[in-house]
């Protein structure tokens, strides 16, 4: 394959005058090539500062578009958090201090939107890796129709979230849901998922689950088809069973992975919003109608448009970037950990 | 890349091989049968693999099946188990009410307007870091991961004063900007291009005197196809599925599909065999992509992850 790249690249008509310009050579920007014989000179300088400006140009967009509609905001977020900004006049805008953190931080409403948004992470997040790492090492046996069987395990991940949160909101209705109907059967008396804390928690868990277990599932048999096979077979020659290989090849081969998918994870988990607006139906925004699913993401899209105080939802959005901070130092730490104790 | 993984064990064995019992690889292979991804699935694994299948799909067909029912049998125990008559009326009743057609319109377009722009910037961006030598290249590129970590919901405020400002509210473009780019879709695109775009194409292009337009045009847009097919795809979905800018930013009146159902899901008097068709309908543009391109989506979601 490179021989034929090389020999297209022959004819080059400078290819003495451009030392760096060696196939394969990847010299620095100046060197990929000269502009052909006969050209005027503003062309070269034309050409020369092409090659300079072009690559600022290609990664131009993402940082203008993030940086006008990500960055920017981010920080007038936190000037906006300092202010008593309220939906009914936008134009009246006047210092508050601390005053929305000091509200905030002093609300049981917070604490309890930070611990439910804690505890749907959890129950949401940990049940669904596990899932996923077990069937994908199902699907890393040879399989009749293989891709099949992929394809189907992904479905969830293709249906949008309105439509799965009203389908679940129906299954775990209180008479004549699907779900109390075949508990019944095993001989548990209906639960109000909707009302109860744990019973709402779970239901709206269970839907993040369903969606995103087959995503996850996809990413760790990548990882495990790229472990090599010579692994596997010392393992065996060394007398390891079935399970032995899977707990002490596979498992460590993918702790990268793993991880990977933890942190993607915890970043959807705190930004939860769909599933359990939705799933509160009227009142979703306060996350049922005793807060006992409302999520930070519920709590800010209460507080700023429904309620109207935007100075606050300000606030609880730059509270939440605080968490994820700690969260993300909480985790390179313990990646540091893992790495020391390899 | 299956194939090295096959060959180079084998080697491996022939040299740790014991006593020349198996000195050719095939030999070696059969004794080591209990070597992870050689194996066949056996029963169990198929009856696994079908309960989990199952658990997948269950919902989705259930939801045609109440979508196709009426209000009365579905609040009635046990539920409704097989098709009735009242898919098409209950549909019509949803697409009216929560004015689905505005809605799969609005949704198409600014589904389609961000796929189109995230996947042309991230393969430019992508490009870029894959392949060309530029100051403050690799910083540059550890911001646009570490932008990743930022939650949406820190924007939302200034960006929903700002276009109250400039009366844009409700209109789509208000929906589509903010998202046109992503870190993801960049990143995505360089770990493809580092090793799909061979150094010496581009190199070619520039002796012949290309500028880096027809570079970009000529030499990485083709090498990039099929990464930009599947970026695309994930894109789509996602845009199709957001929730938190699109519910502030749009009013009832102009919504996407997803604002569209959220309305319908808090009306006042629920019909939910209706909720139940709008939900079929709101996800069926989705399953039909999915049909379509289901095992391209599996592939760009297990390649990104390898290289990732």
């Known amino acids: 394959m490179t021989s034929s790249k090389q020999a297209l690249a022959q004819p080059a008509p400078s290819a003495d005058a451009a030392p760096g310009s060696k196939p394969g050579a990847a010299g620095g920007a100046h060197g990929r090539g000269t502009p052909p014989p006969g050209s ?50 936008l134009d009246h805008q006047t210092w508050a201090g601390l005053d929305n953190y000091k509200n905030l931080w002093s609300s049981d409403f917070f604490w309890n939107a930070l611990k439910n948004t804690f505890t749907i992470g959890l129950i949401s997040t940990v049940p669904q890796l596990l899932m996923a790492i077990a069937i994908a090492h199902l699907l890393n046996y040879r399989l009749r129709g293989s891709t099949v069987w992929r394809v189907v395990m992904l479905t969830p991940y293709a249906t949008s979230v309105a439509a799965a949160t009203l389908v679940f909101t129906l299954l775990y209705s209180w008479d004549g849901g699907m779900i109390n109907w075949l508990l019944h059967f095993v001989g548990v008396d209906p639960i109000n998922w909707r009302e109860s804390d744990w019973g709402s928690q779970f239901a709206v868990s269970s839907i993040v689950i369903w969606r995103w277990t087959g995503y996850n599932a996809l990413i760790y048999l990548a990882a495990m088809q790229a472990i090599p096979t010579d692994l596997y077979e010392s393992a065996a020659l060394d007398g390891a069973n079935r399970w032995q290989q899977f707990r002490h090849v596979t498992i460590p081969m993918l702790r990268p992975t793993i991880l990977f998918t933890v942190v993607v994870s915890t970043i959807g988990a705190t930004q939860l919003f769909g599933e359990p607006l939705l799933f509160g139906g009227l009142s979703g925004s306060k996350g049922g109608s005793g807060h006992q699913f409302q999520t930070l993401g519920l709590y800010m899209y209460d507080q700023g448009w429904i309620i109207g105080n935007l100075g606050k939802a300000s606030a609880i959005a730059w509270s939440m970037f605080l968490i994820l901070l700690i969260v993300a130092v909480i985790n390179l730490l313990l990646t540091r950990r893992l790495r020391k104790s390899q | 890349m299956t194939t090295s993984d096959l060959t180079l064990p084998q080697a491996e064995e022939k040299v740790k091989g014991d006593g020349g019992a198996g000195t050719d690889g095939r030999g070696s292979r059969r004794r080591v049968l209990g070597a992870g991804k050689q194996l066949h699935a056996g029963p169990v694994t198929y009856v696994v693999l079908v309960v989990f299948a199952m658990v997948s799909l269950a919902p989705l067909l259930w939801t045609a099946i109440a979508a196709s029912r009426n209000d009365q049998r579905l609040a009635q125990t046990p539920p409704p188990l097989w098709f009735g008559g009242n898919l098409f009326k209950n549909m019509q009743a949803a697409w009216d009410q929560a004015g689905l057609g505005t809605a799969m319109l609005n949704s198409t377009i600014v589904a389609g307007t961000i796929t189109i722009g995230t996947v042309v910037f991230s393969t430019l961006a992508g490009f870029a870091f894959a392949k060309l030598r530029f100051r403050f290249s690799s910083t540059l590129l550890l911001l646009t991961i570490g932008t990743m970590m930022i939650p949406p919901q820190l924007a939302v405020v200034p960006l929903y004063l700002w276009m109250s400002d400039l009366h844009w509210a409700n209109h789509l473009p208000t929906v589509i900007l903010p998202t046109l780019v992503t870190a993801f879709g960049t990143f995505f695109m360089r770990q493809y291009l580092v090793q799909a775009l061979p150094t010496e194409l581009i190199e070619a292009a520039r002796v012949d005197g290309a500028n ?91 390649n990104g992850a390898i290289k990732g």
Not at chain 1, 49 to 61: G, H, L, N, Q, V
Not at chain 2, 236 to 241: E, P, Q, T
Not at chain 2, 273 to 281: S, T, W, Y
Request: aromatic content about 14%.
């Open chain 2, 212 to 302: 880096s337009l027809r570079v970009v045009w000529h030499v990485v847009f083709p090498a990039a196809r099929p990464a930009m097919a599947v970026l695309g795809l994930l894109t789509f979905v996602m845009a199709w599925n957001d929730f938190l800018w699109p519910i502030i930013a749009l009013n009832q009146q102009n919504p996407t599909v997803q604002v569209a159902l959220n309305s319908l899901g808090t009306g006042y008097v629920p019909d939910q065999a209706v909720i139940m068709a709008g939900a079929l309908l709101g996800t069926l543009p989705l399953l039909i992509a999915f049909l379509l391109f289901g095992k391209q989506i599996v592939g760009g979601i297990m």
């Open chain 1, 40 to 89: 005027s000179s503003w062309r070269s300088r034309l050409y020369r500062w092409d090659m300079k400006a072009s690559p600022y140009a290609f990664i131009a967009p993402f940082f203008i578009i993030f940086g006008a509609f990500g960055l920017i905001p981010l920080l007038y977020t936190a000037w906006y958090s300092l202010h008593d900004v309220q939906l009914a006049s």
